[in-house]
């Protein structure tokens, strides 16, 4: 998909303090359509405070945030969601009680004659589904009975009813095993060929490299580098995540350069 020059989203200098702690210092993040960007850094390097400022959670102190090249104030969660940012956090927020037609549209349901209209709330519910390849049992049963993966593809799902622009996912693989993973990471993949711009935050180094296009570093609340994937070395995101050279992948990297120049040295004798 060929990307604009005007990112969807667009963070320029965005500062964020609470009381006296600094948590963001003049961040900047760039999010275009059909471009998924993954947010990674170490614990409290600012990741999560930078999404709820995203989400409009919580406002910035400082700096600006521009959507399709304008300026925007995200004062409150409303604001984010109206001009189309969907966010779904690690917890989900799902009701296990309820069916997942019900989840898909809740707070969003379809009233028809003064009643809900279940109908056409199955109807779409199994029309989206198909369309992301989510593949559950029945969109009639419980939440609780599902798995962790398709607990997660559900409410990415959810977030997608409102046809936002922009889906921020938070840890959405954390917790699930290696089918589940592949599932979830499929979908974001999805989401991306249908020309949404992701937010990917993610400690799982294979699953950013998977379907992430650039991985954005975020280290003490400040930009660490963005990095193209394709031409990045794992080793070079974990420097800039760790903030150092020397840590046990730059050195286990080297002792096996070390290995192969020694065999290379040995063959040719």
């Known amino acids: 998909?060929?990307?604009?020059?005007?990112?969807?989203?667009a963070l320029r200098g965005v500062s964020k303090r609470f009381g006296a702690v600094q948590v963001l210092t003049g961040v900047d993040l760039d999010v275009?359509?059909?471009?998924?960007?993954?947010?990674?850094?170490?614990?409290?390097?600012?990741?999560?405070t930078l999404v709820k400022t995203i989400a409009g959670v919580h406002p910035i102190d400082e700096g600006t945030i521009e959507w399709a090249g304008k300026q925007v104030h995200l004062n409150r969660p409303q604001d984010a969601q109206a001009l189309g940012v969907a966010t779904v956090y690690q917890d989900l927020a799902l009701c296990d009680n309820l069916d997942v037609v019900a989840n898909l549209f809740l707070g969003r349901e379809l009233i028809r004659g003064g009643r809900l209209d279940e109908v056409a709330m199955e109807k779409r519910a199994k029309e989206l589904l198909d369309t992301l390849s989510i593949r559950i049992p029945s969109v009639r049963i419980p939440v609780a009975a599902l798995s962790g993966g398709?607990?997660?593809?559900?409410?990415?799902?959810?977030?997608?009813?409102?046809?936002?622009?922009?889906?921020?996912?938070?840890?959405?693989?954390?917790?699930?095993?290696?089918?589940?993973?592949?599932?979830?990471?499929?979908?974001?993949?999805?989401?991306?060929?249908?020309?949404?711009g992701v937010i990917l935050i993610s400690h799982n180094m294979a699953d950013v490299r998977a379907v992430a296009d650039q991985v954005a570093v975020l280290r003490l609340g400040r930009n660490n580098g963005v990095f193209p994937v394709a031409t990045t070395s794992h080793e070079t995101i974990i420097s800039a995540i760790t903030g150092a050279t020397d840590n046990a992948v730059?050195?286990?990297?080297?002792?096996?350069?070390?290995?192969n120049i020694q065999a290379s040295a040995e063959a040719t004798k």
């Open 1 to 9: 998909m060929v990307q604009s020059d005007t990112p969807v989203l």
């Open 32 to 48: 275009h359509a059909g471009q998924v960007v993954a947010l990674v850094g170490d614990n409290g390097a600012g990741k999560s």
């Open 150 to 196: 398709q607990r997660q593809v559900v409410a990415i799902a959810r977030a997608l009813i409102g046809e936002p622009k922009i889906v921020i996912l938070d840890e959405p693989t954390a917790a699930l095993g290696v089918e589940q993973t592949a599932q979830v990471l499929d979908l974001v993949e999805r989401l991306r060929d249908r020309g949404l």
């Open 250 to 259: 730059t050195r286990r990297q080297a002792r096996v350069a070390d290995a």
